[in-house]
Nanobody, 129 residues
Framework: QVQLVESGGGLVQAGGSLRLSCAASGRTFSNYAMGWFRQAPGKEREFVTSISRSGGNTRYADSVKGRFTISRDNAKNTVYLQMTSLKPEDTAIYYC??????????????????????WGQGTQVTVSS
């Protein structure tokens, strides 16, 4: 089992930037594909981005392409989400998720929430207009 703790959320003006971090503990971090999801009030949880266990492959939701960047540091057991050009519609709770992938391709990047076995508690991101 792996434990995930997100940090870095906060209040930012439109056009600003934030970097979220997700620290993992408990198992070999490099065996997990990682993802970020978000949930706005009254809406379903939606996929934002994911990264393969090697870091060599990534996927992004169309709504964040060109603005958000996912990365990971397997030596630090951490995955990051760099968010730039933030918009009010990016306001949501952002969740980090992990999917065991040791037996799968190093390029495997799951994008569905039900692909992921482990979730963090979330961090609030609020973008003011």
């Amino acid at each position: 089992q792996v434990q995930l703790v997100e940090s870095g959320g906060g209040l930012v003006q439109a056009g600003g930037s934030l970097r979220l971090s997700c620290a993992a503990s408990g198992r070999t971090f490099s065996n997990y594909a990682m993802g970020w999801f978000r949930q706005a009030p009254g809406k379903e949880r939606e996929f934002v981005t994911s990264i393969s266990r090697s870091g060599g492959n990534t996927r992004y939701a169309d709504s964040v392409k060109g603005r958000f960047t996912i990365s990971r540091d397997n030596a630090k057991n951490t995955v990051y989400l760099q968010m730039t050009s933030l918009k009010p519609e990016d306001t949501a709770i952002y969740y980090c998720a992990a999917q065991p992938a040791a037996a799968l391709s190093t390029f495997y990047v799951p994008i569905r929430a039900n692909n992921y076995d482990y979730w963090g508690q979330g961090t609030q991101v609020t973008v003011s207009s």
